[in-house]
């Protein structure tokens, strides 16, 4: 049925993978009642009792986030953890002041350009932990009517006192994501952090099917280089990837609200390096000679300016997809790779992407062997250049993301089924956000979005 009395059992209906997008003002019931959550739903009483949370994110408008909490849960300790500085953290120090249970965590930024974008939610209740990785910033708009991703994790039951181990990680799950989760936060060196890194040890698990796939500014070397950034998606994919032979000629698929300075020249960057961690597998996989990468090897999904146009906000879309047009004059070979945004199987065609997403699809488009959804946009900031003959991955920003593999939901099964005709019962079916196939952007570049102005 499409009509849903709680949210508890929208969330029992996107099992296994809890991928939902924000709710929408403007788009038919339906496209709200399945697989759609809002921040007030992920905060409610009915999600558990809460003790404390924390809320990672690149902006915060604390009054706002504050009336998004059920009146029970206002007075509990939240920690605000923003990569502000100068007057940015003296304004949130400000806002904060209002509210006594708030404390500020600073993500130290020492590389330059970098942002704290991860946006996650920590939620602790008298019964368990919970983690909420999504792509929305914490300011009203961007839960309105843009489209946006949140991956809401299961319940992790606290463990035992005697199951704890006091060295290692016990209670981990086959994808490591409570090893790799700890260490994400240990890189902030934050004594506030460290308080959560004791609760994530403290419980269990087991359950969670997904890869974690961040992001720490710095300069990567030895195993490191692997932990972060698109090396991270490179080592997992031919780990545990899909069997060369099989996506031998599938698409990479990358969706994103905004674009950095890529290179001159395709073959460096974009096709060179981070397109061959995208393209991993496990077995011989054919290690594309990033010249002959064709523009069917890859598909980036990026807002028209029709889309920004048409869109359900207007061009005041256009504030929250910088592509400045100095970027956009020095790499023509960019726009090569471009496909619209439509996601009319989620109703959201005229809600302006935000959310991130990347895919690795099949020829006819009915099949993925993955998917992610993170707050990592198209740049180098945010997945990491290699430097020094690939010796060490450079990384400017915080970002965070969850990764999807079939055998993990189902050990049968190495391909979602995305094709919303054929839900045949032999696959998993995974839900993706935008339309597929994918619609090419035309000739003109002039379709491409210059928000000369809306720099963020
Ligand atoms: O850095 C670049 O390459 C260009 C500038 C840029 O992209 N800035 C930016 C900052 C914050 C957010 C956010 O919303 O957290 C986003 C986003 O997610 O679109 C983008």
Known sequence: SDRYDTFQEVLQDADPFNFMLTKVRGIPDKFNNKLAVNIKDILAVSMGNLVESAQF?????????????????????????????????????????????????????DMLYGTHHSKMMLLIYTNGLRVV?????????????????????????????GELSLDGITADSVTHFKRDLVEY????????????????????????RVFLIASIPGRHTNDAKSKWGHMK?????????????????????????SVGSLG?????????????????????????????????????????????????????????????IQNARRQEYFHTFLHKWKASNRG???????????????PDSKKAAWFMVTSANMSKAAWGMLEKNSSQLMIRSYEIGVLFLPHLFDENCKQFSVSEEEKSESYLHFPLPWDVPLEPYTKTVSSVVFSLKNKI
């Open 264 to 324: 001159a020249d395709q073959t460096k960057y974009l096709c060179g390096e981070w397109l061959q961690s995208m393209l991993s597998s496990r077995g011989v996989s054919t290690q594309y000679a990033s010249r002959d990468v064709s523009t069917k090897t890859l598909k980036l999904i990026f807002p028209t300016i029709d889309n920004v146009r048409t869109s359900l906000e207007g061009y005041k879309a256009g504030a929250s997809i910088p592509y400045n």
């Open 185 to 208: 936060l240990s890189m902030y060196k934050s004594i506030s952090l460290m308080r959560w890194k004791k609760h994530i040890l403290q419980h269990d698990f087991t359950s969670a």
């Open 133 to 161: 990785i999504h792509t929305a910033n914490l300011v009203e708009q961007d839960w309105d009517q843009k489209t946006q991703g949140v991956w809401i994790s299961p319940l992790f039951p606290k463990l035992e006192e």
């Open 57 to 109: 994110n690149y902006m915060h408008d604390i009054p706002w986030l504050m009336q998004q909490y059920p009146p029970e849960h206002r007075s509990k300790p939240l920690l605000i953890v923003h990569g502000e500085d100068r007057q940015g953290k003296i304004s949130l120090h400000e806002a904060a002041h209002n509210f006594p249970n708030v404390t500020l965590c600073q993500a130290k930024l």
């Open 233 to 257: 998606v490179r080592k997992i994919l031919s780990k545990q990837g899909p069997d060369s032979a099989m996506v031998r000629n599938w698409s990479a698929i990358g969706q994103f609200s």
């Open 348 to 362: 959201r065609s005229r809600a302006s992407p935000h959310l991130k997403s990347y895919s690795l699809l099949s």
